[in-house]
């Protein structure tokens, strides 16, 4: 229950297309869903995160797509780029006396240029 | 100037062996974090320090042991290094200690490799 489950594993996109990251988890207590991109030899970065009281929500290029009903939540990334190929990493967190929060495995994306 | 440094960068050693990765961050953040992150890439949560006080301290064997001196700096000591402690070790701070719901600046990494 405590297990956030990312696909797919790897990604390969044309440059200037969608690259489309799933994350699907069973604890309905999460209520922070971030994302991260690392690139390699690089520690993760926040890239956006959402809250389960919006659908959704954009910043530049990045759309997150939530649906509490469904448990999922999913990354967009819009005119994907050669410089977009990275790992990303989605994650979950709720508040337990302390706050806690799990990653997923991780996508790798590649974006042909 | 780096915000979040680790050193050292690159750690091989023999299994049995202690050692140590220090981390420090010049944001004035009052939290700072460790995590791991192993060969398939799974990152994981070790232990978080706010003010030099541990707030999360995840499922980690005895073996590994934070020190903070200050909400400056957060050192990770290894003891009887085993062949699974094989990973990239990630520092982080942020401003808070809410953890994930705010901003966290990840240092470069630690790769150790245990023979």
Not at chain 1, 77 to 102: E, L, V
Not at chain 2, 20 to 42: A, P, V
Not at chain 2, 61 to 72: G, I, L, M, T
Not at chain 2, 100 to 106: G, S, V
């Amino acid at each position: 229950q405590q297990q956030v489950k990312q696909s797919p594993q790897s990604l390969i996109v044309q440059k200037g297309g969608i690259s489309i990251i799933n994350c699907a988890y069973e604890n309905t207590a999460f209520d922070y869903f971030p994302w991260y991109q690392q690139f390699p030899g690089k520690g993760p970065a926040l890239l956006i995160a959402i809250r389960p009281d919006v659908s959704e929500k954009k910043e530049g290029r990045f759309t997150i797509s939530f649906n509490k009903s469904a448990k999922q939540f999913s990354l967009h990334i819009m005119d994907s780029q050669p410089g977009d190929s990275a790992t990303y990493f989605c994650a979950a967190s709720y508040y337990s006396g302390t706050y806690k929060y799990i990653f997923g495995t991780g996508t790798r994306l590649k974006v042909l240029a | 100037d780096t915000a979040v440094s680790q050193t050292p960068k690159y750690l091989v050693t023999q299994m049995g062996n202690d050692k140590s990765i220090k981390c420090e961050q010049n944001l004035g953040h009052d939290t700072m974090y460790w995590y791991k992150q192993d060969s398939k890439k799974f990152l994981k949560i070790m232990f978080s320090y706010n003010n030099k006080e541990l707030i999360i301290n995840e499922t980690v064997p005895n073996r590994f042991s934070p020190k903070s001196p200050d909400k400056a700096h957060l050192n990770l000591h290894i003891n009887s290094l085993e062949l699974g402690d094989s990973a990239v070790y990630f520092c982080a701070s942020s401003q808070g200690g809410t953890g994930l719901r705010e901003t966290q600046y990840f240092g470069p990494g630690t790769r150790l490799l245990v023979l």
